[in-house]
């Protein structure tokens, strides 16, 4: 398992259009998280999931926005209407529990959304 | 709501030299995580170093180590034996100890720049 990727690298869309972005978690992650991240900012937490139920979402995620994970393994995150301050990099990352209770999160290469 | 505040927006650093990059954190909870993140540029981010907040000894990873200091709130990141391949920005990451909270929350980083 070489982590967690997702798709598309890059996302062009004109104001108004819907979105879609997927994140594929590493194998046997049980949690998987979405963040985004603007210019010259950390990133900021969206929501998660613990398999394929979404236990926690943030207020930046409004009614535009909402993420599935279907079955517990891949996800994708929605943006509908998109508008120009959507524009930013959309983070995943996956995590599974160590003896503790301790979740390193990983990261991915992140989705880069422009809204023209 | 806990606040992580990163006050270098950029350091510098002569190769093979020792650089220190600052965090504080305002939280009213007593045991909680907390990380640094690297994110290369067009690279997703990596877990540098993290630390609990119950644990005294300060974290240590080869040439990175962190000075805690609890009662400051207090979360600092030294890299000793600066290297090319320690360019990047520098993220830290605060998160509860709180079985069901995984917001994670990211200062807005410290661009490190290491001059060979």
């Known amino acids: 398992d070489t982590g967690v990727s997702q798709n598309p690298r890059h996302k062009i869309t004109k104001r108004g259009q819907n979105v879609t972005f997927r994140c594929d978690p590493i194998s046997e992650h049980n949690r998987l998280y979405w963040y985004r991240q603007t210019l010259g900012q950390g990133p900021e937490f969206l929501t998660y999931f613990q398999n394929e139920a979404q236990l926690e979402k943030s207020r930046l995620l409004s009614d535009r926005f909402s993420a599935e994970r279907p079955k517990g393994s891949f996800s994708t995150l929605e943006i509908q209407r998109t508008e120009q301050g959507d524009s930013a990099m959309y983070l995943c990352a996956s995590s599974h529990p160590r003896t503790g209770g301790f979740y390193e999160q990983y990261f991915g290469p992140g989705t880069r959304l422009t809204v023209t | 709501a806990q606040t992580v505040t990163q006050s270098q927006p950029e350091m510098s650093v002569q190769e093979a030299e020792t650089v220190t990059l600052s965090c504080t954190y305002d939280?009213?909870?007593?045991?909680?995580?907390l990380f640094w993140y690297k994110q290369p540029p067009s690279r997703q981010m990596i877990l540098v170093i993290r630390?609990?907040?119950?644990?005294?000894q300060n974290a240590t990873e080869n040439r990175f180590s962190v000075n805690f200091q609890k009662a400051a709130k207090s979360f600092s990141l030294k890299i000793s034996d600066s290297q090319l391949g320690d360019a990047a920005m520098y993220f830290c990451a605060y998160r509860s100890y709180r079985y069901n909270n995984n917001d994670m929350r990211f200062g807005a980083g410290t661009r490190l720049t290491v001059k060979p």
């Open positions: 939280t009213s909870e007593s045991d909680y995580y």
């Open positions: 630390q609990e907040a119950y644990k005294q």
